[in-house]
């Protein structure tokens, strides 16, 4: 604030007739278009929400949207939502996983907000009361298979798109949270071969080893298993669905609870490592060259 008043001072010294009043101020904030949204939510008469990442050209995660998705499931838990269904505006990428730009070359004090809103989103996705539905549209590796992941049902479009958790193709460590999610999804054997291969599953192979739970061929039946899926908790009591999805998932969030000090120091530790900074600088170049 101080910097921006500065400069409007300069500014307003400049124009003889402005000043950096308070009324000023206000004016010039009111005049600054917002920021286009990268959550969108929208919520049918059945009361089930799409919630929809929107963050062109692929949905990678950075801060901004993470801290959007975070917000968007406090809000539909505090007004009882029955279902969300978790999806993308993209044709063809559901989510890149995180965004690489956030960890290239980082200011300490930005990396230690992006991983820790990553944590928190993700326990909030995780360990939601409302059932959840990742209806995969497009691509999933990385970070966006973990989001796909964190939810109770995978609908994924298929044949053409991919889906896992790469991190090792790419020389990096794919946190213990990570791995738990994908042990949770196809058991631990399946979970080590996929994971230390870094493997990326078409939509088939995925099916075959359960890393998702239904194959549909456009966006439209996926959202409609998704709705179906979340039907089926109508007759539910949701007291005994919530305890008995808390519990089942004790693993995950009594480890992120336990270890979220620990997970943002080993993170802050090993994003900065000067190899691991040359891999993701020579991954990003060879994403610009394969275009
Ligand atoms: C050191 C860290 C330690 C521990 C952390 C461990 C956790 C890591 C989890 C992660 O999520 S790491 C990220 C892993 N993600 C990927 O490997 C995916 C990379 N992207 C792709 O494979 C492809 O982009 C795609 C299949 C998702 C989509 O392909 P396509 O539609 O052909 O788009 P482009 O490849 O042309 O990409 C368009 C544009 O977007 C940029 N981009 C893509 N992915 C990312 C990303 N994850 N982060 C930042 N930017 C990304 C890409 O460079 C292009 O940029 P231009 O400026 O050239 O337009």
Known sequence: MAVVCRNLRAFAQKTSSL???????????????????????DVDKAGVA????????????NTGLLEELGVA?????????????????????????????????PKKQNL????????NTWL?????????VAAINGHAPAGGCLLALSCEYRVMVGPKFTIGLNETQLGIV??????ICMKDAVGRRQAEMALTAGKMFSTQEALNIGLIDK?????????????????QFAKIPPLARRMTK???????????????????????????????????????????KSK
């Open 19 to 41: 000043r950096c009043t308070p009324n000023f101020l206000r004016l010039y904030s009111q005049s600054k278009p917002a920021p286009p949204k990268l959550v969108t939510v």
């Open 50 to 61: 799409t919630v929809t990442l929107d963050r062109p050209p692929v949905n990678s995660l």
């Open 73 to 105: 499931i406090k809000d539909l838990e505090a007004n009882k939502t029955r279902g969300i269904i978790l999806t993308s505006s993209s044709n063809s990428v559901f989510s890149a996983g995180l965004d690489i730009l956030e960890m290239y070359e």
């Open 112 to 119: 230690s907000l992006f991983w820790t809103t990553l944590q």
């Open 124 to 132: 909030s996705l995780y360990r939601t009361s409302i059932p959840t």
């Open 174 to 179: 794919a946190p213990q949270w990570f791995m």
């Open 215 to 231: 194959m549909v061929s456009n966006k439209e039946e996926a959202i409609a298993e998704a709705q179906k899926f979340i039907a």
């Open 246 to 288: 808390e519990s089942i998932r004790q693993e995950g969030i009594k480890y992120m609870e336990e270890n979220a000090i620990d997970d943002l120091k080993a993170f802050m530790d090993l994003v900065v490592q000067p190899n691991i900074q040359k891999g993701l600088g020579m991954y990003l170049e060879a994403m610009k």
